[in-house]
């Protein structure tokens, strides 16, 4: 059960980081994050979760490889 919390969790902030990022980045282009910007929010958001939860299951924050 800690596994499949862990992995919620870390798909959510995925999601959550990684996909509202490119949100802002198409809605707001004066922002100025660009393609560079999301690229560097997705692999922030996966190397925060790795470090925070990747002990408990392994790191995949893919519902289909944790299925």
Known sequence: MK???AEFFGTFWLVFGGCGSAVFA???PD???GFVGVAIAFGL???TMAYAVG???GAH???AVSF
């Open 31 to 33: 922002l100025g994050i």
């Open 55 to 57: 002990h408990v299951s």
């Open 3 to 5: 596994k499949l919390y």
């Open 26 to 28: 198409a809605a707001y």
């Open 61 to 63: 924050f893919n519902p």
């Open 45 to 47: 958001t996966v190397l």
